[in-house]
């Protein structure tokens, strides 16, 4: 199943077994058995040099291990793939979306 199928895929799944969450848990085991991780082969494709790629994952590691550490002791919430930007050059993580680290959720809203 490509990956374009699988939202559209679990959207059905959720539909057909409404509430029933044991069906739930086992048809997202089954979908779940169909991906493979594949982060590690984005730091090989990216870079293709040895040097280069270690230079990658080692930005990534440092930056996704920084970013966690500041992050509890700030208390940040709000942490999601759709709030963190991976930079394609350097690996590094980027945090977006910091609204509720600053208040600013709920600004213009009554």
Avoid: C
């Amino acid at each position: 199943m490509p990956h374009q199928e699988l939202w559209p895929a679990i959207v059905n799944i959720q539909q057909e077994h409404q509430g029933d969450l044991d069906k739930l848990v086992e048809a997202f085991e089954g979908l779940k058995t169909r991906f493979r991780p594949v982060m590690r082969h984005y730091f090989t494709e990216k870079h293709k040099t040895p040097i280069a790629w270690f230079a990658m994952r080692l930005n990534y590691t440092r930056s996704v291990a920084t970013t966690s550490i500041v992050g509890h002791v700030l208390g940040l919430g709000d942490r999601h793939t759709a709030n963190i930007l991976l930079d394609n050059m350097s690996g590094q993580v980027i945090h977006i979306d910091l609204g509720i680290a600053f208040d600013q959720v709920g600004i213009g809203n009554p």
